[in-house]
């Protein structure tokens, strides 16, 4: 006679780190699910996958947080494996195997084959396109590429992810097709690098070509650009955007500097005098374009004067979105052999004066908002209110439309007209227009 009934796996997968990560764990789940597995994320299962990142220090410090977390919970008796792939494992193997070697087994960003194995699952090679997302239903990432081939001196992601690869545009089609079947209505196109998308398969950057795809895929409403890179990014890009009202009139476009000493250490391949030329490109063939930016500060030789051009630039800029990061001295990367010599309290200052000075650009530029009306997509109800995004503004990070929801009922994943009523820093308050 049976006493114990036999145990179900139940595989959680975690997730740490940027959308690129996210878009992994969903391919993971999708495959793990297409093998018949029960796979939830971040939720209670008896094996665990944590999917890492190692890009700066507090990324590595929750990843590796994260993996003890388990590990105890694993000796403890409540979990009964725990695997460890993504950036941080690719990037310190070795070291988390000495360090840490109660998980199960280490894989690296390019070993998923190798990790469904040990789940006890297939490779399905025929699975173009099939993942579980975890985002709200409305919205989705689109991984267009993989790995990066610049020069970067502050950057380990060549290290985690190696070369440039594009996924071919036949794929990418099919990919937003069948998640347009799924009821999202916004495509957020993430890369390392968009600029770089398709050098290595057609020989040129095709970036144009493929969202003159994408724009004729139904349901899709919302094309979002996320992470190009200054140097060499294709300008007819912004033709197709002027042209196609179903692509956002916004760019992600990471610049961490503008004086032309720091940018050279960086090996940026670019100068104040190029980028704020291609800033102005932008507003000009765009002009209601969102520009979201980030910076670094605190990068080795970075002076006092080298900080105030880049704060009196910011300021003359008027971004419309941007996040500052403090330097993180990162081993293997071409600027770990330059000293690290601004101390980390200057670092945060420096980061802090950024932001407020953001803080009131956005200020102002949201005050020229009220009264005007806008297309918003209905993220989530939250408290009291809906809470909604423009397409100038992407998720998680930039500005929010809150709508009393005592006054109206909207659902998650519509789209709404919205007047706008009332604009703090980076919250705007609105109410909905009949259409």
Partial sequence: MRTKSLKKNKINVVTLGCSKNVYDSEILMGQLRANGKEVVHEEEGNIVVINTCGFINNAKEESVNTILEYVQKKEEGDVDKVFVTGCLSERYKPDLQKEIPHVDQYFGTTELPGLL??????????????RLTTTPKNYAYLKIAEGCDRPCSFCAIPLMRGKHKSTPIEDLVIEAEKLATKGVRELILIAQDLTYYGLDL?????????????VKVEGIDWIRLHYAFPTGFPLDVLEVMKREPKICNYLDIPLQHISDSILKSMRRGTNKEKTTKLLQDFRLAVPNMAIRTTLIVGYPGETEAHFQELKQWVQDMRFERLGCFTYSHEENTHAFNLKDDVPEDVKQER???????QSQIS???????IGKTYKVIIDRKEGGYFVGRTEFDSPDVDNE????????????????????????????YGIVMPT
């Fill in 117 to 130: 194995k040990v789940l006890g699952a297939d490779y399905k090679h025929e699975l173009i396109g099939e």
């Fill in 202 to 214: 057609y020989k040129k950057r095709n970036l144009g070509e493929l969202l003159e795809a994408l």
């Fill in 351 to 357: 980061a802090n004066e950024i932001m407020e000075i």
């Fill in 363 to 369: 200020w102002e530029l949201n005050q020229a908002k």
């Fill in 401 to 428: 439309v809150l709508i009393d929801a005592s006054k109206t009922y909207l659902k998650t994943g519509e789209f709404a007209t919205v007047k706008i009523t009332e604009a703090a820093d980076f919250d705007l």
